[in-house]
């Protein structure tokens, strides 16, 4: 494996990647080594064969929207500075972080939160969640164990709660009313228990 | 500068040349001592015990520096990670979540005239959370590739190859590692060579082997130890299982063959005792694969066939899914469960990442193989059981006695593809949870 410091040194821009994501070095170094062993022929790029190669998550019912995700439009590969912008969404909301008006809000805010999941019903980027749109997500989720009608009720049903403008669509906006609260604490990855030496416990 | 130099130089060459005879006179007098090591247990029980103090006090040290320079200490999953994994099922989450939700909307904002209840389970498109969150779980780590990469230590064992932290804590473990280095590379690696080498691989050999690399073996139940004409099935985790247990008992081998130094082994091997060797693609016939096998059992003067069922080296934290193979031949199986302590040195070989060579120098300079080897009671298939369910009743009764977790996952997956099976599992789950209001909900 190497030193850990050398680690950090081949990895292009590292210094602002840290500071863009977040991440602590030791997250960092982690994440690399995540990378290399996802990328099977070296590469050092990924391409959607190596993320299918996850068995839990070729198992997950929307295991290839998460992996779209990672693709921008158009691109085939993601490299790693990407990637690991990507699982910084993931990361817990920082509740001591300074609020400076001018800083750009950080990639694990609610917000953005909240945009990544829109965007994984939204697969055509219009800012709206048709009823088409839902209707395929249900399908991933549930596959056969329900019928059409069923699913279509399903369908009918959360979009007239959730769309207050009755343009037969959710915006993000109808998307975050419905949404919880307390994201940080349940519904995304969590990390309690990290031995953050920094703070005082 | 001319003149100056080249007496210089020949003084140091010569100084170089006197430091080596008298390093490689001291070791071979001290050969002498590895003869004593094989014989006496105790001195082998009281190094390990040394080892363990030295370890202990170098992770503490370790933590203490950290703490002093505020950095982030990278610990191994099990204790923390970027992912905390609580085994939370399904439908708690979605309840959680749920929760959360409807304590939103109940606070006024313009619902409709059916505000969901907590407790309907009916649904929200907030669902799409946990599947979200388990699908980046599983691209930041996974199960089934966590189980085909070496298991992380709480404490550093003082190898370079196992320490992810930063360096240079202090100046004291820095001059314990390089003692270390020192004595590992310098005294035990060429011991073992020499050791290893010079001897041909053979039931006797296999003795001497376990001694050359200081192994620690603990054998349990020597009375259950296999007999002729069964299936000795054991789980998988280095080559160096086959020496550890042909060190106990005389077996046929039966295995994939191997290229280059391995495969070398292999065949001096054959010349030795009757063993079954493969091509990994005669495997894939399974008839002639059976009917080699029980030719083989069928004879009682014939030693008991070593199997691993698995297919794969696992990295001894786990037992994957076995195969059915050698389940069907219908002899007695004599489960055999191999659990080697990570401290002293990681036995596991990942072969799509280091090849033999490397695997074996790795080996032979850690601090110590140190393993429990326990020999199940003999299993035979019950009526009405089928192959595939004997072998999962095998394989719990080895991870029990191993402390291994039992995973149903294929070993096959490290180099194949997941089932659709599995991911109609999950959609079944999540639908049980909706469909059964929804019908509740068109009677009323």
Not at chain 2, 167 to 184: D, K
Not at chain 2, 247 to 264: K, R
Not at chain 2, 277 to 297: I, Q, T, Y
Request: proline share 4%.
């Amino acid at each position: 494996m190497g030193s850990t410091s050398s680690t950090l040194l081949k990895i292009p821009n590292v210094e602002v990647l840290m500071q863009e994501t977040g991440f602590s070095p030791a997250h960092i170094i982690r994440l690399h080594d995540r990378f290399k062993a996802l990328d099977k022929k070296g590469r050092g790029h990924l391409c959607p064969q190596d993320f299918g190669a996850i068995k839990e998550l070729a198992m997950n019912p929307i295991g290839d929207r998460i992996i779209g995700a990672f693709f921008s439009p158009g691109k085939e590969t993601v490299d790693f500075h990407t990637f690991v912008k990507i699982l910084a969404h993931f990361r817990p909301v920082d509740k001591n972080r300074p609020k400076e008006p001018n800083s750009p809000e950080p990639i694990n805010s609610r917000s953005n939160k909240l945009r990544f999941a829109f965007q994984l019903y939204d697969q055509d980027k219009d800012g709206k969640i048709s009823r088409d749109e839902l209707l395929k997500v249900l399908r991933a989720m549930l596959g056969m164990q329900v019928t059409e009608e069923q699913l279509e009720s399903i369908a009918d049903r959360t979009i007239q709660e959730a769309d207050l403008d009755r343009d037969d669509a959710i915006s993000f906006e109808e998307f975050r009313k419905v949404s919880p609260e307390i994201l940080h604490s349940r519904c995304f990855i969590k990390a309690p228990v990290i031995m953050l030496m920094e703070r005082d416990c | 500068m001319g003149p100056f130099m080249s007496p210089f130089n020949n003084l140091l060459c010569m100084l170089l040349g006197i430091s080596f005879t008298v390093w490689f006179t001291l070791l071979l007098v001290f050969i002498i001592v590895p003869a004593i090591f094989g014989l006496s247990f105790g001195i082998r029980r009281l190094y390990m015990k040394t080892l363990l103090k030295v370890f202990e006090w170098a992770t503490v040290r370790m933590e203490r520096g950290a703490k002093e320079k505020k950095h982030l200490l990278y610990k191994p999953y099990s204790l923390n990670s970027i992912i905390a994994k609580e085994p939370t099922s399904l439908e708690e989450e979605l309840k959680e979540i749920r929760r959360n939700c409807s304590s939103r909307e109940l606070d006024g904002s313009a619902s409709t005239t059916t505000s969901p209840s907590p407790s309907s389970s009916e649904f929200e498109m907030s669902d799409t959370f946990y599947f979200c969150r388990r699908g980046i779980e599983s691209i930041v780590d996974d199960e089934v590739t966590k189980c085909f990469t070496a298991e992380e230590l709480e404490s550093w064992n003082l190898l370079t190859r196992s320490n992810n932290n930063f360096n240079h804590i202090s100046t004291r473990l820095t001059v314990l590692w390089g003692l270390g280095v020192v004595i590992r590379y310098g005294f035990l690696l060429p011991l073992r060579m020499k050791n290893f080498l010079s001897e041909k691989v053979h039931l006797m050999c296999y003795r001497i082997c376990v001694r050359a690399l200081t192994a620690i073996i603990t054998y349990h139940h020597s009375e259950n130890k296999p007999k002729n004409g069964g299936i000795c099935v054991a789980n998988h985790t280095s080559p160096i299982d086959v020496i550890i247990l042909a060190s106990d008992g005389c077996y046929a081998m039966v295995g994939q063959i191997h290229g280059g130094l391995m495969g070398l082994i292999q065949r001096s091997m054959v010349k030795a005792c009757p063993h079954i060797w493969f091509e990994r693609s005669e495997v894939k016939d399974r008839h002639l694969v059976a009917k080699r096998l029980s030719n083989h059992v069928k004879d009682k003067s014939k030693l008991p066939i070593l199997i691993f069922p698995e297919g794969t080296c696992i990295n001894n934290t786990s037992v994957m899914m076995f195969k059915k193979g050698s389940f069907e031949i219908g002899s007695t199986v004599y489960p055999v469960a191999i659990k080697y302590d990570p401290r002293f040195g990681e036995a596991f070989w990942n072969s799509s990442k280091f090849g033999m060579v490397n695997y074996l120098l790795r080996m032979m300079s850690s601090w110590a193989i140190v393993c429990s080897v326990w020999y199940l009671p003999p299993m035979s298939r019950q009526e009405g059981e089928d192959a595939m369910q004997f072998a999962n009743r095998v394989k719990a009764a080895i991870a029990r006695q191993g402390g291994l977790v039992d995973l149903l996952w294929d070993g096959g997956l490290k180099r194949g593809k997941v089932k659709d099976t599995f991911k109609e599992e999950q959609q079944k789950l999540y639908s049980k949870i909706l469909v059964g209001t929804q019908e509740v909900r068109s009677r009323s």
